[in-house]
């Protein structure tokens, strides 16, 4: 072997080593550099502030007290230790239903909540057991292993209130509205501005006891404090929990400021308290200022996308009968959505032993709120499924009609902001407001939720701008494409629609005929599996252009017609 080859040898050989050296010391360079953020940023995390004590706030809420040190939940309502709708939110009273995805995320936000909510009366079935009615067809029943948990949202909330205010880190303020974000030179939020309704708010009405972060008040259910296994003694208690809703209920008391350090929150003599936090998070739904106030701060315009939907409920809880639990199902339903009809009506199965009833009408043909009326309007219907008239006609009511109207499906793009201001997240309905018959509202929060919770568990959250942008296309986009398609497949909205916006884009065109195409084969067994798990997000709408699912809405098109 020549010398000079040998050298080559040498050299290459002494390159890998001086590379591999290279490499070594770099990697260990980095892993220090990384350790260091990751230390620095736990220490960062003291003080998180949560704006809204709703669905979504108490989530992040029971999210950030895992890592932050305290957590204060600012709530401009008086909550209550019974499940009565929040006054101020409408909607609650309406009907809701967790998707598969929103209970799994909720579990691991809430460990035992599941079982909880199904010791308490919750109802578990089978997302293809409901009796449906579609343009006059009924779909097809069959379990497809896919469950959601039937609950009133007043429930609902209720037991995550309990589960989020037992952590002795957080902190509720009630009767409080945020006036404004407080920003560093940088334009980075830093805090929030809050005024609060007591009479003094230097000093806090009570400090959360032991029994008050358990969920027991004078008058609750001592079962309460032992959480899942105290909701095991209470499982067979349903008549008074049923009763519970019609009761005088107590208020939470509210938390104690004074926890939190003298440095990080300060009290004017003008009634605003300033308290400085290390994250904020904007979970004040769909009336949420922050917009507003992100607009007038970098003086920029919020880039957004809203349809027309144009959809009004009124809905009623009553003491379930006999006769309807044993058809075995927790859902009856007309749908005006993906029908020709403008009207629909259901019974919803919820905890205990009521229903709620709920009637839906699209484009101005709006239910009724009396008695009298919400009964005719509903046999005027003339639904296929008469045991929702014969429910009304012949159960108890336990409370009066409630209404709500819902105009406009609303998104927020915040990730599209350059500048968008360190320290500050947006979640839930301040971001995206969707079509509420689809059910998909939850199933985002949880998402969200649970997503933040494994970020800063594995250390890999990178910021509240690639936050943003995760959950608008990972949760986010695939509710909305569905929704609007969905939405747009009736010519009336269409026309709103291009009223504000132009023209459909012939990509948008394209998936609104082939959704008409397809809303007419529901009754074939295997179309309709696709369309539930399109609903809760397990199947995307390419699954319907596979060429055999295709071909098969195609011929089951052009021999219906």
Not at 100 to 120: H, N, Q, T, W
Not at 234 to 259: A, Y
Not at 453 to 481: E, V
Request: charged share 25%.
């Amino acid at each position: 072997m020549s010398s000079s080859l040998v050298g080559f040898i040498f050299s290459v050989f002494g390159l890998l080593v001086v590379y591999l050296c290279y490499f070594i010391v770099h990697s260990a360079k980095e892993k220090r550099v990384r350790l260091e953020n990751i230390k620095k940023a736990k220490q960062s995390r003291k003080i998180g502030v949560v704006l809204g004590g709703g669905f979504a706030g108490l989530a992040f809420a029971k999210v950030l007290s895992r890592h932050y040190e305290k957590v204060v939940i600012i709530e401009r309502d008086t909550l209550l230790d019974s499940p009565d709708p929040r006054p101020s939110v409408p909607h609650t009273s309406q009907p809701h239903t967790l998707q598969i995805r929103a209970v799994v995320c909720l579990e691991k936000i809430y460990p035992g909540m599941v079982r909880d909510l199904l010791s308490r009366g919750a109802r578990k079935s089978d997302i293809g057991e409901p009796f449906l009615i579609l343009n006059k067809i009924p779909v097809p029943r069959s379990k497809i292993g896919t469950s959601t948990i039937s609950a009133s949202r007043g429930f609902l909330e209720h037991r995550m209130r309990m589960f989020t205010l037992r952590e002795k880190n957080i902190i509720l303020k009630q009767r409080c509205t945020a006036t404004g974000l407080i920003f560093d030179d940088d334009n980075n939020v830093i805090g929030v501005r809050l005024v609060c309704r007591d009479a003094d708010n230097s000093k806090s009405n009570k400090s959360n006891s032991e029994s008050d972060i358990s969920g027991k008040s004078n008058g609750s259910n001592d079962n309460d404090k032992n959480g899942v296994e105290g909701a095991e003694k209470n499982s067979d208690n349903k008549e008074s929990q049923t009763t519970q809703q019609s009761q005088p209920s107590n208020e939470i008391h509210d938390g104690d400021l004074n926890q939190i350090d003298a440095n990080n929150i300060v009290f004017s003599e003008n009634g605003e308290i300033k308290i400085f936090a290390d994250i904020v998070v904007d979970a004040m739904g769909t009336k949420s200022p922050v917009e507003k106030w992100l607009k007038d701060k970098l003086n920029t315009e919020i880039p957004r996308e809203e349809y027309d939907v144009e959809i009004g409920y009124s809905s009623c809880f009553f003491r379930l009968t006999e006769e309807i639990s044993r058809l075995g199902s927790a859902l009856f339903a007309t749908s005006p959505i993906m029908s020709k009809k403008s009207r629909g009506n259901s019974v919803q199965l919820v905890e205990g032993d009521k229903a709620l009833v709920g009637l839906g009408g699209v484009l101005g043909d709006y239910p009724p709120s009396d008695f009298e009326s919400f009964k005719k309007w509903s046999k005027d219907i003339d639904s296929e499924l008469t045991c929702i008239d014969d429910f009304i006609e012949t159960a108890e009511p336990l409370t009066k009609i409630l209404s709500y109207k819902y105009k406009t499906s609303v998104w927020k793009h915040f990730e599209r902001l350059p500048n968008f201001p360190q320290n500050l997240l947006c979640v839930g309905d301040s971001v995206v407001t969707l079509n509420p018959f689809f059910a998909q509202g939850m199933m985002v929060v949880a998402q969200e939720g649970y997503s933040l919770d494994l970020m800063l568990s594995n250390n890999t959250y990178q910021g509240n701008l690639h936050y943003q942008k995760m959950i608008a296309d990972k949760f986010i986009k695939h509710c909305w494409d569905n929704s609007i398609c969905t939405d747009l497949t009736r010519p009336e909205l269409v026309k709103l629609y291009e009223a504000k916006h132009g023209k459909l884009s012939l990509k948008m065109r394209f998936r609104i005929w082939y959704m008409l195409m397809f809303m007419n084969t529901f009754q074939d067994p295997e179309i309709y599996r696709l369309v539930l798990l399109l609903s809760i997000g397990k199947a995307s709408m390419y699954s319907f252009l596979r060429p055999r699912i295709a071909w098969k809405i195609f011929k089951l098109t052009l021999f219906k017609n």
